[in-house]
């Protein structure tokens, strides 16, 4: 397990996982009123939430199922990904795909964020690529059954 300093310039509880198993923080809504998300409208929600990550890691921020099936929203650019050199606060970039005004409200659970390793790659620049079975087969090659 890896350590992660925070600094809380909000009100609200720091993430934590709701199971010993859980891939996702819950990140919550850090906000001085409710704010109405309209249909097809997209806020930056901020959470208070200011973190320093080790170098080769991220944080991936990511929809909740429940308020994407239930609600129709979801994390605009999903997965959101907070580098590590970044030091301001980590907003939440929501977007309402239903029909329906959603309200959030102060301290509500709106994402997930994960910590993730990745690497950082040299681009080598070659006259080909060697072959595959695949080739160039691209979206809807294997077809659907």
């Known amino acids: ?12 509880q720091l993430p934590a996982y ?4 859980s891939a996702g923080m819950d990140l919550r809504a850090n ?8 249909p ?16 080769g890691f991220e944080a991936q921020i990511r929809p909740r199922s429940g308020l994407a099936l239930k609600h129709g929203i979801t994390v605009l650019n999903t997965p959101g990904t907070v580098d590590a050199d970044y030091r301001g606060e980590i907003m939440t970039l929501l977007i309402n795909f239903s029909n329906e005004d959603f309200v959030i409200n102060d301290g509500e659970r709106i994402a997930q964020m994960i910590i993730a390793r990745h690497e950082q ?3 080598v620049v070659v006259d080909e690529l ?5 080739g160039e087969g691209g979206y809807g090659h294997t077809g659907v059954k």
């Open 40 to 55: 097809m409208e997209r806020r930056l929600i901020p959470t208070g939430l200011h973190i320093a990550l080790p170098a």
């Open 1 to 12: 397990m890896i350590q992660i300093k925070v600094v809380n310039k909000g009100h609200q």
């Open 130 to 134: 060697d072959e595959t079975e695949r």
């Open 121 to 123: 790659a040299e681009l």
């Open 31 to 38: 906000i001085e009123e409710p704010i109405v998300l309209h």
């Open 18 to 21: 709701a199971t010993p198993l």
